[in-house]
C-alpha cells in the first residue's frame, strides 16, 4: 500500500518531492490526475508560484512544477548555468520519474527553458505554450547584467530583507526594475502583499545563484529557435507582462495567443489550449523515495501523512542502532538543524522531520500539538521502524514527551536538548509577549520585526528586557548569514510564527518531565536560548561540533 492509498485526503492535494540528477536534487510539486503537464517558473521565483494554476489544471491533468535548479529547494548544477544545461537537468528528472511524454508550460525564463526541451527533445514533448517567452531587442552587456542583478549580501541590521522585498516589488512597476523613469513604467498591476512576500523569500533564498541563472536567460537567444519547433506550440502573451511589447518580434506565421489580462481568466485560456494535444504515455503513481525497500545511507525527500507531506532528511539509513527521530526547534525547521543531524547518525539511523506548519511542509488547517503528534507516527509506520529515540531540540520537547507518553511501548529514550522549563508565571508572560507578529505588511517593516526578534534573542534573556540584568554571556549568535538562513526558513510560513511560539512555551515541562516512563536525557548547549532554564536537569552537554 502506498501512501497515498494511506491517507486519501492527502492524495487530492498537491504533493511534493525530489529526485537526483547528476548527484543534485531536483524539487517538484505534484498535483492532479491525467495526461502530464511540466510547469517552470520565471526568475526569481519557485514552483509555488504555480500553485492556483495547478489547483485548477489538476482536476484535468497530472502538472508538475517544478523548481528551476538553484532556486527553491533544487541545487544548482555544478558549473555554468545556462539555459541548455537547465533543459537537460528538467528532462533528467522526466525521466526520473518516469514521465514518458508532457505538455510543456513556461513563464520567462521557464519559457526559454521549455523552449529548449522542446526543440532537442520533441519525442517527450506534446505541445509547447509559454507565457512571455523572453526576446530581447539587443544582447545584454556584462555591465549592464551586473546593474540588473547586484549581489544580495545579508546584512547585520537586517536591511538586505527589505531591500529584496522592494526589488521585488518594484519589477511589478517598473521594466527594467532599476529604471524608475516614466517611460519604463509597467502596464499592470501591483501584486497583493502575500504574492509580493512569496517572491522576496524565493529572491532570498537563491540569493547565490539567482544572478547566474538571471543571466541564462538574458543571454539565451530565443527568436532563431521559434521556427525550429517541431510540436504543436501557442506562443502566449499577456497585456501588463514585460513581454508583450515584444510580439511584433515573432516570425509573421507564429501562432501567437494574446490571453486576458486577469489571471483568473487567462489561466482558464490556457487549459484550452492544453487540452488540444495531450500528453500520451505513462504517467507514474507518486513514489516517495522513503517507501523504498532499501534506502540509501542519506535521504531528502518527502512523507505522506494524513496531514499533508512533510519533508524528511535522513542520515546514517544503513547503520544500526535504535533508530533516532529528530524534532526542530518550533517555530523552525529542518534545514537549520544539518550538522546536528549529520553528527547524531555518526552510529545509528536518523529522520529529521519538518513539522507541519513550519518551513516548507504545508497544511490546510492551522498547526497543532495534536497535527505533529499524528505526523510523528506516520512517519515512524512509514519507515516501517519499530522501536525509537526522540530527540527534541530545543521547544519540541514537550511535543516529544507527549509522544512518549502516549506510545511508551515505541519510544525507547528520549534526548531533550536544552528544553524550556518555565515557571507557571513564566509561561504566562511568554505565552504572551514573546514572539512578534509577522504577517507580511505593505510596508515591508515585519521582516524587521523578526530580524531583530532573532538577533535579540541572542542578546538579552528574556529577550524583550533589554537591561543590563539579563544581558546574554554565551557568545551571540548573530552572524548575518546565520540569521538570514533562519529568516528565510521562518518566513516560508509566516502566519503561524507567533501562535507556535505560543503555543509551545504554555506548556508545563516540569510536570511533563515527572510524570514520564522512558528514560530522558537532558543536555545543554550554552548558546542555546532556554539553556539556563534546564541547567538544573542536565546529564550532558552538546558537543562543540554540533553547536549551531
Known sequence: MTVLEMHPRASASAVRGFVTVDGRRLHYIRQGNGPAIVMLHASPCSAKVMSDLQLRWGAEFTTFAFDLPGFGLSQPPDGHITIPVLAEIIIAGMRALGIEQAALYGRHTGASVCLEMAVNHPAMVSMLLTDGLPIFAAPYTDERLAQYLPPIEPRWDGGHLTWAYFRYREQHMFWPWDYSVLEHRADADLP????????????????????????????????????????????????????????????????????????????????????????????????????????????????????????????????????????????????????????????????????????????????????????????????????????????????????????????????LRSPPVLSADERALFSAQYAPDITPSEDGGYLLRLWHHLRDQELWYPHFRRDHASRRTAPPRIDPAWLTRRAVTLLKQPEHYAPIWQAVLGHDLGAALGGISVPVRVIVDPSDIFAGTAAGLASGSVPAAVSE
Not at 502566449?236 to 514585460?242: A, I, K
Not at 518580434?249 to 489561466?267: E, G, Q, S
Request: aromatic share 8%; charged share 25%; net charge negative.
Open 192 to 415: 497583493d502583499v502575500q504574492f509580493l512576500h512569496r517572491g522576496a523569500v524565493e529572491l532570498l533564498e537563491a540569493a547565490d545563484t539567482y544572478a547566474q541563472t538571471y543571466q541564462a536567460a538574458f543571454r539565451y537567444e530565443t527568436l532563431p529557435l521559434v521556427d525550429k519547433v517541431d510540436v504543436p506550440v501557442f506562443w502566449g502573451n499577456r497585456p501588463g507582462d514585460s513581454q508583450f511589447k515584444t510580439i511584433p518580434r515573432y516570425p509573421a506565421a507564429a501562432p501567437i495567443h494574446v490571453m486576458d489580462r486577469d489571471p483568473k481568466i487567462a489561466l482558464e485560456q490556457e487549459l484550452e489550449l492544453l487540452r488540444l494535444h495531450k500528453a500520451a504515455g505513462v504517467v507514474p503513481d507518486y513514489f516517495s523515495g522513503f517507501e523504498a525497500s532499501a534506502l540509501p545511507m542519506s535521504l531528502e525527500d518527502y512523507i505522506v501523512t494524513r496531514h499533508g507531506c512533510v519533508r524528511v532528511i535522513g542520515a546514517g539509513l544503513q547503520r544500526d542502532g535504535v533508530p533516532l527521530i529528530f524534532l526542530h526547534d518550533l517555530p523552525g525547521g529542518i534545514d537549520l538543524h544539518r550538522e546536528e543531524i549529520e553528527r547524531l547518525a555518526e552510529d545509528r539511523p536518523v529522520v529529521a522531520l519538518e513539522l507541519a506548519g513550519n518551513g516548507e511542509s504545508f497544511v490546510a488547517s492551522a498547526p497543532s500539538h495534536a497535527i505533529w503528534l499524528e505526523q510523528i507516527e506516520d512517519v515512524r509506520t512509514t519507515l516501517g521502524w519499530g522501536e525509537v529515540a526522540l530527540y527534541a531540540h530545543g521547544t519540541s520537547a514537550a511535543l516529544a514527551l507527549d509522544f512518549a507518553g502516549r506510545h511508551a511501548d515505541q519510544v525507547g529514550e528520549l534526548i
